[in-house]
Structure formats: structure tokens, C-alpha cells
């Protein structure tokens, strides 16, 4: 599905021509069938093939997320592409490229390929995001971020999925009042990347504060990037923390922890679900993460097939990426493909993959399910669009495949229904 591949992109739009043309009543490739009028070639679609845009971080730190949620988008499209592609006639191509989680980086990417693509199906990171939203906006260009701040629910430009990453730390205060013994005069406290990312998760906090009466005792915020936190674990510590809700990305949530379990500081600890990486339970932190972590997403573990979602995504793992391992960066990545083929069918249907027709069928989206993979999430205008408020907490088993077993599935706190977005 990379841009390389250019045989096989080719492959397919013959096979879609092919498919066209035997199936009877003189549809070209094109039309939108039925006798309608052909879709009109637009930026990223050339009347037969539909181009999107990934932008996501393949190498450095970040590429522990970033890989896997792009080989979730290219699965579910394979998929897609597997039926005819988007309206059974129009095979969807990617164009990825490396942002390695930088904002500027990110800046460029998009200007290169921005003439080439109907979309960006994937672009990865909230402070990326925030610095590519003024020019989507100008562009009229629809993007999928993969991050979750409150914030998108609002933007016409974007295509958010999952509950924001402010219901994640506010069910996750709530569980630990409600279920592990916290009450409001226990010391709660916060440890948040200092950007708009871990200013997301304390949003979550603050407003939980305000609804359950407690106060949060400490907040620690650090750059991405430290290599010694002794000194934020030491003041945690110091001021007698019982619960710490982090905000961070895998590669320093493991140097956070190792410093915690250096200094046997055993608080409570919620993480944010960019917190964790699979290998994180086969690292010599295992132990203490099992004992003392739990990760707030959505959805559920890795290869439960009670859940049809999973079912499925098995189903398609095995027979288009047998060698991907359980990740759930890449159910992130399947399920946000899944919502832009949500808006492309809709904007098939309206007879406009211009970028305003684009746009516009996104503002016609109901209820798109995730059939369990995620909390269904109610499209349309942005003022009418309701995020789902559920959310998943998951501990760490090494035995379970990506390390992580279901504790808590899909449950909604009081506090959460209540968050204004």
C-alpha cells in the first residue's frame, strides 16, 4: 500500500476497469452507477482511483505508534480494495510519509503531497495537528487525526475517532474512586507531557476535580524527550501521591516508570493511552507495571472474538498482514480508515470527491459503528457531532498479546456524560 507499489495501485485500477465493464448495464469507470452521471476527476482522484494521505511518524521514537497505526489504515483499504473499493468501484492508494512527530516536518510533508491526495486519512500527533489545522482549513482538505483532543470534535477539517483523551482521564479518576479505594481527600496528582497532548488528559483531571470535589495535589509536567526524571518522581513522591495520571508517549512513560520503580514510589498509576507499547510487558519493568499501571483506552484486548470488531480485524490481519503483531496503535489505524471510508461512500453517493464534496458528505455522517472496537461515534455538523465517552482500562499481563488484558470494558462515568465539548 506505499506509494512504492505503484504496480500494484496500477493492479487494482485495472482490476476495478475489468470488474466495471463485465458487470453489465454499461457502467464505465467513472459513473457512480445506475445511470447517474460520472464522478468528475478531481485533486487525488483521477476517475477511477481514489488517492489518500498518511502522515505519521516511520522512523524515530514515535515510530512505535506510528508504524502500526499505518499498517492499520493500509489493512482495512486492502480490505476495501479486496470488495472493488469505495463504492465497490473506486480502489483507494496511499501516500505515506514520515513526519518522525515533528511539527515542522509534519508542515512539510503535507505541502508536498497535498496536490496528490482527496484526503489525509492519518495524521499522527496533537501537536502536529494544531500546526497543520490552519492549512487544512485554507485547503478545505479533510484530515484523520490519530490523537484525541477534545479540541477536533469541533473542526470541520478533521475526522476524529475514540472518546478524547479528556474522557479517558476522567473515567480513570473516576474507576479510582469508585472502585479502588480513592475518596476525594486522597492525594491525586498528574504527570503530563508539557504540550498541548498532556494538557489534553489534565483537562480530564480538572474537571473531574470540579464534579467529584477533590483538589489535585501536584502537577509534574515534563519536555518529550528527558532523559532523567528522578526529580519529578522524587517530588511525587514527596508529596505523598496515591494516584498519578499520566500523559506521555511509550518511550518516556518506560524511563518514567523506571525512575518510579527505582525510587519505589508504588502510587496508583493511570496512563493515557499513548502512555503504552507492547514492549513495555516483556521490558525488566514488567513486574511493577503489573502490580501498580492500568491504560485507559477503548475497545478491547487483542484477539478477543466475542467482540465482532476484533473478529473481523483478525480475519483481515491473517489474510492481508499475516506477519503484524497484536498492537492496539493498529486496531487505531484500521478503525480510522474505516471512518474515512464512512465519508468517501457518503461522498460517492452524493455524486463529489472534490475536496467541498468531501467536506460536505462528512457533514451528512450519522452514527459510524466500530462494531466494538471503539464507542460509536455520531458525525454530521460539527456542532451536532457527539463523541463517544466510554472508555477501556486494561492492565498488564505479558502472558496476553501486546501485553495488555481487559479489566474494565467499554464503561461511562457519570463525569463523562457530563463533559461539554
Not at 506509494?3 to 467513472?30: D, P, Q
Not at 484526503?119 to 502536529?128: D, H, I, R, Y
Not at 467541498?356 to 450519522?366: F, K, P, Q
Not at 472508555?391 to 505479558?398: E, G, K, M, Q, S
Amino acid at each position: 500500500m506505499r506509494t512504492t507499489n505503484s504496480r500494484r495501485a496500477l493492479a487494482l485500477t485495472a482490476v476495478a476497469t475489468l470488474l466495471t465493464a463485465c458487470a453489465g448495464g454499461g457502467a464505465t469507470v467513472g459513473e457512480t452507477g445506475g445511470g447517474r452521471d460520472p464522478l468528475t476527476a478531481t485533486t487525488g482522484f483521477d476517475g477511477s482511483t481514489i488517492t489518500l494521505g498518511v502522515l505519521s511518524p516511520l522512523s524515530g521514537p514515535a515510530a512505535v505508534f506510528g508504524r502500526p497505526m499505518t499498517s492499520g489504515n493500509e489493512v482495512w483499504f486492502k480490505h476495501i480494495n479486496s470488495q472493488g473499493g469505495i463504492g465497490g468501484k473506486y480502489p483507494v492508494r496511499l501516500v505515506e510519509e514520515d513526519t518522525q512527530y515533528r511539527p515542522d516536518l509534519t508542515v512539510q510533508r503535507y505541502n508536498k503531497v497535498k496536490g496528490d491526495v482527496v484526503a489525509f486519512t492519518q495524521l499522527v500527533g496533537t501537536t502536529p495537528t494544531l500546526a497543520l489545522l490552519p492549512l487544512l482549513t485554507a485547503d478545505k482538505i479533510l484530515a484523520a487525526p490519530a490523537s484525541g483532543d477534545a479540541v477536533w470534535v469541533r473542526k470541520d477539517n478533521l475526522l476524529p475517532i475514540t472518546a478524547p483523551y479528556q474522557i479517558q482521564s476522567i473515567n480513570a479518576v473516576d474507576h479510582y474512586l469508585t472502585e479502588r479505594g480513592g475518596t476525594p481527600q486522597s492525594k491525586i496528582c498528574t504527570m503530563i507531557q508539557d504540550d498541548a497532548y498532556g494538557e489534553a488528559g489534565q483537562q480530564g483531571i480538572d474537571f473531574a476535580a470540579q464534579r467529584y470535589g477533590f483538589t489535585v495535589t501536584m502537577t509534574q509536567r515534563y519536555k518529550l524527550g528527558t532523559e532523567n526524571y528522578a526529580g519529578q518522581i522524587g517530588a511525587l513522591a514527596g508529596a505523598g501521591c496515591e494516584m498519578v495520571f499520566l500523559a506521555a508517549t511509550p518511550t518516556d512513560a518506560g524511563k518514567i516508570w523506571g525512575a518510579a520503580a527505582q525510587a519505589r514510589f508504588t502510587p496508583k498509576w493511570y496512563g493515557q493511552a499513548p502512555s503504552y507499547a507492547g514492549a513495555l510487558a516483556e521490558s525488566p519493568l514488567a513486574s511493577y507495571l503489573q502490580q501498580h499501571v492500568l491504560i485507559a483506552y477503548e475497545g478491547t484486548e487483542w484477539g478477543d472474538q466475542s467482540v465482532p470488531g476484533m473478529k473481523d480485524l483478525i480475519d483481515r490481519v491473517s489474510r492481508f498482514a499475516p506477519q503484524q503483531q497484536p498492537d492496539l496503535y493498529f486496531t487505531f489505524g484500521y478503525n480510522q480508515a474505516r471512518a474515512m471510508t464512512a465519508v468517501l461512500e457518503k461522498a460517492v453517493e452524493l455524486g463529489d470527491l472534490s475536496r467541498d464534496g468531501v467536506l460536505s458528505a462528512s457533514r451528512e455522517l450519522g452514527t459510524v459503528s466500530f462494531d466494538g472496537l471503539s464507542g460509536d461515534y455520531v458525525y454530521g455538523r460539527t456542532d451536532t457531532r457527539n463523541p463517544p465517552r466510554t472508555t477501556t482500562l486494561f492492565r498488564i499481563d505479558p502472558a496476553k498479546p501486546f501485553g495488555l488484558a481487559t479489566l474494565k470494558y467499554n464503561f461511562t462515568s457519570d463525569a463523562a456524560k457530563a463533559y461539554p465539548f
